[in-house]
């Protein structure tokens, strides 16, 4: 409620042309920024995956397979290669999934791009329908944020000691 208020006073305040195309302009800037972060890591194709830590009754486990593909100020995760959805709480709804993937390169571009739809345009993000990271109703999700955990590691184009400390000296998974 605050942000449209305060929104709303801004368009009272100036002409709305104008705050229209601030807004548009905030967003095209974050792209550009994005860009030029991505820009920066090294072209290529890396690949990741983990297994969720369910203790079920079947004995069964889940597995994230990410592929991170780097080309040019682009990049592509793909998600699509992992397992299907099952039937505990450890299912990720696929808005949970791309925000996973979306922290990963907010913490590589660091605090000076601002989180709008501008920072969703460089990366494209495949999942497939009725994974463990795009389940289907009626599939149990979100009993435990580790499916999203899981992804944001996946998703970075380092693993283990080729990580850079991206997040101030704690590891966010």
């Known amino acids: 409620m605050r942000g449209r ?4 006073e801004l368009i009272a305040r100036h002409n709305p042309d104008i705050v229209a195309a601030a807004m548009a302009e ?29 203790r079920t009754l079947d004995g069964l486990q889940s597995t994230i397979r990410a592929t991170v593909t780097i080309q040019g100020e682009e990049a592509l995760v793909d998600l699509t290669d992992s397992d299907d959805q099952v039937s505990w709480p450890i299912n990720c709804p696929v808005a949970s999934t791309h925000s ?12 000076r791009v601002p989180t709008n ?9 495949k999942t497939r329908k009725g994974s463990v990271l795009n389940p289907q109703h009626p599939a149990p999700v979100r009993g435990r944020m580790a499916s999203a955990y899981r992804t944001r590691r996946q998703a970075s184009p ?14 966010l998974y």
């Open 117 to 125: 739809d501008g920072t969703y345009r460089p990366i494209r993000i």
């Open 100 to 111: 996973a993937v979306m922290t990963v390169f907010g913490q590589i571009a660091g605090r």
């Open 158 to 171: 380092w693993s283990g000691d080729t990580e850079p400390n991206l997040s101030g000296g704690k590891r």
């Open 5 to 8: 208020t305060l929104t709303q």
């Open 26 to 54: 905030l967003q095209d800037y974050s792209e550009r920024m994005l860009r030029r972060t991505i820009a920066n890591l090294p072209d290529g194709t890396y690949h990741g995956e983990d297994q969720l830590d369910a």
